[in-house]
DNA sequence: CAAATAGGCGACAGTGCTGTTCACTTGTCG
DNA sequence: CGACAAGTGAACAGCACTGTCGCCTATTTG
């Protein structure tokens, strides 16, 4: 993260820190089988038997920094996770929860392509913080009557977070300005609110979905527009 | 793939996909930086050398494998590549694609994962052979008259293909068994159809959101429940 | 201020992978 | 049948990475 200047002043919280942050940064960019520990202790501008100190394997290491992502992500969309208990109680700001946390994974693409990448490998990605807190968020506004009934929150989590954190690699491709990127948050926002609001089929065009709707879990009707399940 | 009965009968086409399979396999537990071209040969059943005959270095076989990948999520979504062409005119037919596909990923959650993968690390996705087609597919489905007027295509594309590919992670995991899973996929396509329909929101609910959606690219409104996209 | 502590550093052995070469076996095709 | 191409096995140098050890020195503490 910066030059090398001799010798490290002795500060282990922030050694630790600074040795996470470019974890997280070549996890984003490798994937976690392809950091090796050297990298990460150059990168951080750290020896590497330092690091060594702080975590005794590069599983161990590669474990933490996939965790800290995590939590970096939790605190972006839900605040302290030490109060969340009291403030569940509170209305469900599900829109600008959508907010937040699009422009969080628009300022930092890596830090949710490293999360995403763990919950694709992970054998059972239920057991994530993050991704428990924000489908219970969902769970508890389907429940309310701001929502359209019958939404099945468990997949609307995963559609939801899988666009949002996907989107902003797409972004990264496309605009080279700061502007640019502002234009295209922008862009994903509102089609988010706009799917959210509208849908994207024109319902009166499709009577054999709304059918098939009406009646869920029974066999998929005979319509050639609806994708059969089994 | 199979145990190794003696030697390898010789047929190099058929070596080359047993190969590019390994290495796909692979590629899906450990992302791109994370296999070993020894691995790959050992799963395939050949010897290294015979892998090294096909491809030239393990970067090579990476790519080839990644770009096996792509065409064949291509062929399950919009059938042979040759004649496409022939194909653009008719009727853009966007919930059976949407089903095909779903049921696909289903199927091979893997080979959905390597393209994820390399999408997310990907400097530039959009020169992606099947992204290109999906996106197309889509923009001409917004064009015409069974969209809801305003969709953008684009960011459709990412949140709709992120979702099918996510999903199948998140339902093996959770279902054992083959029926379970049915059960998962089913649940999946009918929350997308249900979400395409009609949307999440209670539009009634959110006045702010439907005008802000009015007028768009408009600075946002002074709503509490509209993100902020700068 | 001096000693003790512990954070940080450099060097070392061990391991596994890459890419190459070479001698060898065995299907397949002209 | 003979030539050739596909597949095997082994060996090698070169490299990068892992994990460990002992030394150095900044900070703390008595």
Redesign the pocket.
């Known amino acids: 993260m910066e030059t ?1 200047a001799r ?6 919280e ?2 630790r820190e600074v040795i996470l942050e470019a974890a997280g940064t070549l996890l984003a960019k490798d994937g976690p089988e392809g950091v ?4 990460v202790a150059h990168l951080a501008g ?5 690091a ?3 975590f ?4 161990k290491l590669i474990q933490a920094a996939v965790d800290w992502a995590s939590d970096k992500l939790f605190r972006a969309a839900f605040g302290d996770p030490a109060t969340i208990g009291e403030r569940r109680i509170e209305e469900v700001d599900i829109a600008g929860m959508t907010g937040r946390l699009t422009q969080f994974a628009m300022d930092n693409p890596e830090l949710c392509r490293v999360w995403l990448m763990q919950v694709l490998s992970s054998a059972d990605p239920a057991r994530d913080p993050f991704w428990r807190e924000y489908c219970g968020s969902l769970e508890r506004f389907a429940a309310s009557d701001l929502a359209v009934p019958g939404v099945d929150a468990e997949v609307l989590s995963v559609i939801n977070l899988a666009g949002i954190f996907l989107w902003p690699i797409w972004a990264r491709a496309h605009a080279e300005t700061d502007r640019g990127r502002t234009v295209l948050a922008r862009r994903f926002a509102d089609e988010c609110l706009r799917l959210s609001m509208y849908g994207s089929l024109r319902a009166e065009a499709y009577p054999g979905i709304a059918e098939r709707l009406r009646r869920p879990r029974a066999p998929a009707a005979a319509s050639s527009a609806s994708p059969a399940a089994d």
Chains 1, 2 share one sequence.
């Open positions: 090398r010798r490290r002043p002795r500060d282990p922030a050694t090796s520990l050297s990298e750290v020896n590497r038997g330092t060594y100190q702080h005794e394997t590069r599983e």
